[in-house]
């Protein structure tokens, strides 16, 4: 089973700011990485796939990047809907499916 | 647009089975893949059962082999998960999820919450 590690745990940043949130898997997946946001009480929305592909309707300010076993998830500039809770998703070698356990996004 | 409206949560005892629905509509059910995914109170997500656009291929992770049971009825467009000899630790809202290929989980329902207690 492929365990996927998020940090950090919790970032605290302002609107405006740069966000930098890293999932490093615990061996290659290839660009078989997904991101997936997740505000309190809805369900997680796709966000990113293949680590660098935005899903339908995501806004630019969303980026990722990383191949093989270190990802980033990039928010340019932040905004006051972007604070939520933040997982990687593996789809390389399953299965099972595995999910890092998530960085929360809050605001500072 | 598409939508699935999760239903038959609820509290049962542990050793208890439940029947989850997942109403599909918005979207031509029968060339989507499908998931089952779980979360339990504050804690992340996990994956539990998948389906292939076609019922023929089922697929589901250690924890849940041998007493989950994911199935499609495309003549519904319904989405099910059978749970049987529920565990405490299987407390959690589901969750059901389109995929349109390789586990890439693209679109979600509200869920419904799972309580197994005595």
Not at chain 1, 59 to 81: C, N
Not at chain 2, 17 to 30: E, I, K, N, P, V
Request: glycine share 10%.
């Amino acid at each position: 089973e492929i365990v996927l590690t998020q940090s950090p745990a919790t970032l605290s940043l302002s609107p405006g700011e740069r966000a930098t949130l890293s999932c490093r898997a615990s061996q290659s997946v290839s660009s078989y990485l997904a991101w997936y946001q997740q505000k309190p009480g809805q369900a997680p929305r796709l966000l990113i796939y293949d680590a660098s592909n935005r899903a339908t309707g995501i806004p630019a300010r969303f980026s990722g990047s990383g191949s093989g076993t270190d990802f980033t998830l990039t928010i340019s500039s932040l905004e006051p809907g972007d604070f939520a809770v933040y997982y990687c998703q593996q789809r390389s070698n399953w299965p099972p499916v595995t999910f890092g356990q998530g960085t929360r996004l809050e605001i500072k | 647009e598409m939508q699935l409206l999760e239903s038959g949560g609820g509290l049962v005892q542990p050793g208890g089975s439940l029947r989850l629905s997942c109403a599909a509509s918005g979207f031509t059910f029968s060339s989507y893949a499908m998931s089952w995914v779980r979360q339990a109170p504050g804690k992340g997500l996990e994956w539990v059962s998948a389906i292939s656009h076609s019922g023929d291929s089922t697929y589901y992770p250690d924890s849940v082999k041998g007493r989950f049971t994911i199935s499609r009825d495309s003549s519904k467009n319904t989405l099910y998960l059978q749970m049987n000899s529920l565990r405490a630790e299987d407390t959690a809202v589901y969750y059901c999820a389109t995929d349109p290929g390789g586990l890439l989980l693209d679109h979600w329902g509200q869920g419904t919450l799972v309580t197994v207690s005595s």
